[in-house]
């Protein structure tokens, strides 16, 4: 049988690289500005008293940029790399302001907007803030000394009301605003990822891993849940007096809350039939236990089979789900149906059963709704009919139960629009011919 699908948890590496995302794409852009910045230094006059402090600059932006990538590449960090390299940032754009003149001013002033940005996305509405109040400090010093004589406080108002600088603090306040937003919002869905995870290694000890072998008979069966937490449920197993437990149920909830009415009616059905009662009875006393627990909005369609492997008699209860399919070994099908309502859909339900003779060569068909209640692009059902022409699509000459299980999905997955929309469970069962 093929293994349940399980959970793939994010790789050391992969988490690697989401932290560095945000430095690997700052520091390309600071080696793009800075080779910017020596062309359009070179093009233009330079400012005799800066240049040599701009020149030692950009040799420390490089070699920090350089630093950055081989940290990255060795799986490595620099201490306190991201408050540095903010602060490297708002250097260099404000050397490029003194150098470059009034000219490109206004121009390379949009520039502290990214570095705000920056700011709030690494350290949200306190680093927003200090990046706005250090880019506006540094902008309004650049103006001082462009500007000399011109007295201090002067030049601070100019900058305050004349260059927008409030608008970094207007930027800050947003920008770290909805980090913070979209930072707790990350945290929730983190911790009902771990949920999930753990619900899904709930489902995975529930669910039986393999099937019973039984002298005449062959099982497949196909588990594929939608979500993490599947809302189907099957068991296949041996009795102690020898006949052979087949259950097929869906639940309605694909989470958490669907899982522990799932555990619940799953316990139940396994307690009833190695306790020895017959299909009908177990479906009465589930229904009977689990009633007040589903109410008001749950109830659970079930399928409870047993079959015994000698005389292939199978004797069954369908509660509300959809009947499984037989066909026979001349080619004709029909349906296991007992017209009984899902369990937890009345208290007083009772259910009855009957029986079916599976012959040699019969193929017995259980499944969920979603395999046959799929829909194509024009609102057409997968249904029972291409079900069975799925199944006999593999001659039975020569077919094994597994190429039938994959035929089935396959087929049904091709005409859905929206593959993989709902659990998809399949259990085959085959009388051999000999």
């Known amino acids: 049988m093929r293994p349940l699908p399980r959970t793939n ?16 794409f700052v520091a390309l852009f600071r080696t793009a500005f800075i080779i910017a910045f020596v062309v359009a ?21 490089m070699i920090f940029t350089t630093a950055l990538f081989l940290a990255f590449w060795t799986g490595r960090s620099i201490p306190h790399q991201r408050p540095a390299a903010l602060t490297l940032d708002l250097s260099l754009v ?74 970094l603090f207007l930027i800050a306040v947003i920008g770290g605003s909805l980090v913070r937003a979209l930072d707790r919002q990350y945290q929730a869905t983190a911790q009902l990822t771990h949920e999930m995870q753990l619900a899904r290694t709930v489902q995975d000890t529930i669910l039986p891993a393999s099937l019973p072998h039984l002298a005449g008979w ?62 009908a009875a177990i479906a009465n006393r589930v229904n009977q236990a689990v009633y007040d627990v589903l109410q008001p909005y749950g109830y659970a369609p079930v ?10 008699v199978i004797t069954f209860a369908c509660c509300g789900h959809y009947p499984p399919i037989l066909l026979r ?45 799929v829909r194509n692009h024009t609102g057409e059902e997968f249904g029972v009919q291409r079900l069975v022409q799925a199944a006999h699509s593999i001659p039975d000459s020569d077919s094994t139960l597994e190429q039938i299980c994959d035929e ?22 085959r009388r051999r011919a000999t």
């Open 408 to 429: 089935i999905l396959q087929q049904s997955q091709q005409f859905s629009t929206q593959p993989e929309a709902d659990d998809a469970t399949l259990i085959l069962l």
């Open 303 to 312: 399928f409870i089979g047993m079959l015994e492997p000698d005389t292939g």
């Open 41 to 61: 230094g070179t093009l233009s006059p330079l400012n005799p008293q800066a240049q040599a402090g701009v020149g030692a600059l950009l040799v420390v932006a």
């Open 94 to 167: 404000s050397a490029a302001i003194l150098m470059l003149g009034p000219g490109q001013e206004q121009s390379l002033f949009q520039v502290y907007y990214l570095i705000v940005l920056i700011g709030a996305i690494w350290f949200q509405l306190v680093g927003a803030l200090c990046t706005a109040g250090a880019a506006m400090v540094m902008f309004t010093l650049v103006k001082y000394v462009s500007t000399y004589p011109t007295p201090l406080s002067e030049v601070a108002t100019n900058v305050v009301w004349g260059h927008g600088a409030l608008f």
């Open 9 to 24: 948890f994010v790789h050391a590496s992969d988490r690697l690289l989401l932290i560095w995302e945000t430095d690997i």
């Open 329 to 373: 070994a001349d080619g004709s099908h029909e349906a296991l149906s007992s017209d009984g309502i899902v369990i937890g859909g009345r208290r007083d339900a009772d259910y009855q059963q009957r029986q079916k003779d599976i012959r040699p060569g019969d193929l017995l068909i259980c499944y969920t709704d979603g395999i046959t209640e």
């Open 218 to 279: 062959e099982f497949a069966l196909r588990f594929e849940p939608a979500r993490w937490v599947g809302g189907d449920l099957y068991e296949v197993a041996k009795l102690p007096d020898g006949q052979c437990l087949v259950c097929l149920g869906d639940m309605p909830g694909k989470s958490a809350y669907g899982l522990v009415h799932l555990s619940l009616i799953y316990s139940q059905i396994r307690g009833a039939a190695f306790a020895g009662l017959p299909p």
